[in-house]
């Protein structure tokens, strides 16, 4: 009922619609096409025609891969709600750090050349350059006219040729420079950087001080990518899945074989309705399904995070439920909640497989506190209570069909994921009280995530189980 509640209204629209006739549950899939767009039909890509050789297909462009770029950004946009654009860095370690020898290397020259007496300013009037172009190349600035006053007080703050004369005459002073560059930033900027701009005037060494208007320039230009970002979220949102579908047909030209995983996929979870099928292959995914298929592989570290949050559920509520089973005392709701506590704490950042020596001495010595606490008549011995954690350990993370309770809480987890993404009433969830938040919590984000999936990919897996269930 609470998780009812939970989603109530939150109704699929017309391309999830079971009563349109869509993977609906007759066994039969119509001839128009699956899981479409209102008003719109989208021809889907046979077997035969996904399973050409690549060999025949030129190389992919450096534009389609800024497509896919783009395409994984208005995936991240949609899904979520808190992104936001980050700094980046190369992945390659040896790259960083050549080029962190090289600015080095020129840092050093820079600092050597202004402590010359008569100092020496030519990299120093590069830089100072390379700080009005990349002023100018923020995006506030580059739309301006180059008539704009803004843009006049850029040129006119750093005119180079002006700069060399000074220098050439020893009339040349860098301070003035960076508080006119300083006052330029601060319009640029936000109050969140304000400070850490305004204290690049208190510094006096020429390193850091140009170190730090680069720094604060990057900062500003993404500062500003984030808020145009912002501004476009619903424009991106609105149109975010004729846009994936589009993008990913363009990846199907390039690559005909490009459904072969998604492929195999539902064919593992293949049944008479195509609904349950892709139901239970969206479920495969939270088990560590491999090869993942082509249509999920932009939300896999999610799915990952899914499947992973749910084995720590589990293992709360398996432990929770066995201890219980050995004697009265162990059977408090609050040590059950302690339990809980400690578990989510303790598999929060270690690989669940790597943490079950240290989840096995941390419960046991809270068995025996609980113990003494609350003694019993018949006490379990240290040796079963250390066995029973160990077994259910490897059980939950094995997802071991052998252990009742295991496959008894899976199988609940599943029915109750699978009736909150339909919309359904879920079913009673006896013996699952203590972990029953952290499952709708989990719920919710799955059925975020295969809802739009659905959406986007729907035409595609029309096609594929079409074919699979001809004889």
């Known amino acids: 009922e609470d998780g009812a509640q939970l989603y109530e209204g939150a109704q699929l629209d017309d391309e999830v619609q079971l009563d349109e006739g869509v ?3 007759e066994g039969v899939l119509h001839d128009e096409g699956v899981l479409h767009d209102e008003g719109a039909r989208h021809q889907t890509t046979s077997i035969e025609e996904v399973e050409k050789h690549d060999e025949e297909i030129p190389a992919p462009t450096d534009e389609f891969y800024e497509d896919m770029s783009k395409m994984q950004m208005a995936h991240e946009v949609v899904m ?40 020496r300013y030519d990299k120093c009037i590069q830089l100072l350059a390379d700080v009005r172009d990349q002023i100018e190349s923020i995006s506030a600035v580059e739309n301006l006219p180059t008539t704009h006053p803004f843009r006049v007080l850029i040129t006119d703050a750093i005119d180079i040729e002006l700069i060399k004369q000074q220098v050439d005459q020893q009339a040349f002073s860098l301070s003035i420079k960076v ?23 208190e510094l006096s060494d020429v390193v850091d001080i140009f170190k730090s208007i680069f720094e604060a320039i ?18 991106i949102k609105e149109h975010s899945i004729q846009y994936e579908r589009c993008k990913f047909e ?13 492929k195999e996929w539902l064919r593992n979870s293949l049944t008479d309705s195509p609904m349950t099928t892709l139901n239970n292959a969206y479920l495969e995914l939270l ?73 096995t001495a941390k419960v046991h010595d809270m068995v ?25 350990v490897r059980a939950v993370v094995t997802r071991d069909d052998s252990d009742v309770v295991v496959k008894v809480l899976l199988t609940r987890i599943h029915a109750l994921l699978n009736q909150i993404s339909l919309n359904q009433r879920p079913s009673p969830m006896n013996g699952m009280d203590l972990v029953l938040d952290l499952i709708l919590a989990q719920a919710k984000i799955f059925t975020k995530l295969v809802d739009f999936n659905r959406k986007v990919y729907g035409p595609f897996y029309a096609g594929i189980l079409r074919e699979l269930s001809s004889p």
């Open 368 to 392: 025996k506190e609980q113990c003494h606490v609350a003694p019993s008549l018949t006490p379990p011995s240290d040796t079963a209570v250390r066995e029973l954690i160990q077994r259910t």
């Open 250 to 262: 363009e990846f199907l030209k390039q690559h005909p074989n490009g459904l072969k995983n998604t």
């Open 218 to 235: 990057k900062k500003i230009k993404l500062e500003l990518a984030n808020y145009y970002l912002q501004q476009a979220k619903a424009t």
């Open 23 to 25: 993977l609906h549950d």
């Open 287 to 359: 088990s560590g399904y491999t090869p993942f298929p082509e249509t999920c592989v932009l939300d896999q570290e999610r799915f990952n995070m899914l499947g992973r949050n749910i084995t720590r559920i589990m293992l709360c509520s398996c432990l929770s439920l066995k201890l219980a089973s050995l004697t009265p005392a162990l059977a408090q709701p609050k040590f059950h909640k302690t339990l809980r506590d400690v578990i989510l704490v303790l598999t929060d950042d270690s690989p669940l497989a790597e943490a079950g020596d240290l989840i």
């Open 179 to 201: 508080e006119a560059i300083v006052s330029i930033l601060l319009k640029l900027c936000s109050e969140s950087l304000d400070e850490e701009i305004r204290s690049i005037t």
């Open 80 to 119: 979520n709600d808190d992104f936001r654009l980050e700094p980046t860095t190369s992945p390659n370690d040896l790259y960083n750090r050549v080029e962190e020898l090289m600015k080095e290397a020129f840092w050093n020259l820079l600092k050597e050349d202004v402590s010359a007496q008569p100092p």
